[in-house]
């Protein structure tokens, strides 16, 4: 079963960092059905949307059958107080490896209602963000207003050259960084 939460539905394509989670559209039908699943906190990737199993709007999360290394299942039961949404239910606290900040619950026995949910990462919209995956229509994205000038190629080329260095120079941040948190 597949889910939005509070999403939007839209052909253009906007280009942001770091989107919410409750900003994207994971349905079947969606153009853009695949996205990465993140702690708001670190950036860790704690899955993808290849693992959703759905989502719940009364208690604010994603549910995942499968999740990276870096979600830490604690040991030891919790109930759900009276009252909540998921009022008798016991639950493993869910935890980033990276940050330590706690992102959800995994329910061991749950109420008939909420059954469907029982043995799933169940990680809260409001503490994850994500990144959409998506099919692009292609679009034009230089036109050569140079006429033919050597010295205007030559500086949109330097431009181009410029900005393939500092993602280049990025790429090799994040991989540093993957490489000292293991």
Not at 77 to 92: I, R, T, V
Not at 97 to 115: A, F, M
Not at 122 to 133: D, F, G, M, P, R
Not at 141 to 147: G, H, I, Q
């Amino acid at each position: 079963m597949y889910g939005k939460v509070m999403a939007t539905n839209t052909n253009e394509v906007h280009i942001r960092s770091r989107p919410a989670a409750e900003d994207l559209d994971f349905s079947e039908d969606s153009d853009t059905s695949h996205g990465v699943i993140q702690c708001k906190k670190c950036l860790a990737i704690f899955g993808d949307t290849t693992c959703l199993t759905g989502t719940d709007e009364d208690l604010l999360f994603l549910a995942l059958s499968a999740v990276t290394s870096y979600v830490e299942e604690r040991e030891g039961l919790c109930f759900s107080n009276m009252g909540e949404p998921d009022e008798g239910c016991a639950f493993k606290k869910l935890f980033c490896v990276r940050c330590k900040t706690e992102i959800g619950k995994k329910y061991v026995s749950s109420t008939s209602v909420l059954e469907k949910w029982r043995d799933c990462y169940c990680l809260s919209a409001e503490i994850i963000t994500a990144y959409q995956i998506g099919k692009l229509k292609p679009q034009v994205c230089f036109r050569d207003t140079s006429n033919g000038n050597p010295l205007d190629i030559e500086l949109k080329l330097a431009a181009i050259q410029a900005v393939l260095t500092d993602l280049s120079n990025r790429i090799a941040a994040v991989e540093e960084r993957l490489n000292e948190d293991d």
